[in-house]
C-alpha cells in the first residue's frame, strides 16, 4: 500500500474527488476540472466581500434608518439615534438589543473576521492560546442577529398603516442589510484550513 502525504492532498470543488496536489497545474482524475490548491487563493475572495461591508456599515450608521412622518412633520432617526430616544423614553431592554444587535454584533463580526485573516497569513506566536476555530464559528452564530434592526423596520412599516402617521424605511435599512450579507458571504468564503496549517 502507497502512503501519501495528507498535505499533499486536494480536493475537486466539481466532484469532490481526493486528487494528489502535482503543483499549479492540477486537473481532476475523474472529472477532468482544473483544480488549485487553497493556497492559491488565499483570503482575497474574504477580504473583498469583508471590505465591502465595512463600506456599507459607514452609510448604514450615517443616515436614517427609519423616517417617520406624523401631522405633517417628518422625523428620521439613525441606528444609534433610535437607540438613545429608545434608552430616553426608558424602553432599556429594546434598546440595549437594537444597540447589541446592530452596533455591536456587526463590529465584532468585523474585528474577529480581520483577525482570522491576519492571523492565518502572519501567524504570531501568542496566537496559538486562540482558539481560532471557536471565533470562526462564534461569527457563525451571530451573524443572523446582526439583522434585528432592519425586522423591527420592516415589522413597523407593515404593521402601521394610520392615516395621519406613516413609517418608512430609510437609506440605512438598505446599506445595513447590503453589509450583513456580505459579512456572511466574507465568514462563508473564509477557509478554515487556512487555520488548521497556522496552529
Not at 127 to 142: A, C, G, N, P, Q
Request: charged share 20%; hydrophobic share 50%; net charge positive.
Amino acid at each position: 500500500m502507497i502512503e501519501v502525504d495528507e498535505e499533499k492532498l486536494i480536493r475537486c470543488p466539481v466532484c469532490d474527488a481526493v486528487n494528489i496536489d502535482k503543483g499549479k497545474k492540477n486537473s481532476c482524475r475523474r472529472c477532468g476540472s482544473a483544480i488549485y490548491h487553497h493556497q492559491n487563493f488565499s483570503t482575497e475572495k474574504s477580504w473583498a466581500f469583508l471590505i465591502t461591508a465595512i463600506i456599507a456599515y459607514i452609510p448604514a450608521n450615517l443616515y436614517p434608518m427609519l423616517v417617520t412622518s406624523a401631522f405633517g412633520t417628518k422625523e428620521a432617526s439613525t441606528i444609534l439615534g433610535g437607540v438613545m430616544l429608545l434608552w430616553e423614553l426608558k424602553s432599556y431592554p429594546v434598546a440595549a438589543i437594537i444597540f447589541f444587535a446592530s452596533i455591536m454584533i456587526p463590529v465584532m463580526k468585523f474585528l474577529i473576521l480581520i483577525y482570522l485573516l491576519i492571523s492565518v497569513k502572519y501567524p504570531l506566536g501568542k496566537d496559538k492560546k486562540v482558539d481560532k476555530h471557536k471565533l470562526y464559528y462564534l461569527t457563525e452564530v451571530i451573524g443572523p442577529w446582526s439583522m434585528i434592526d432592519v425586522f423591527v423596520v420592516a415589522i413597523l412599516v407593515a404593521l402601521i398603516h394610520l392615516s395621519s402617521v406613516e413609517i418608512l424605511a430609510g437609506t440605512a435599512a438598505t446599506a445595513f442589510a447590503i453589509s450583513v450579507f456580505f459579512t456572511l458571504l466574507a465568514a462563508h468564503a473564509f477557509d478554515e484550513t487556512l487555520i488548521k496549517e497556522n496552529r
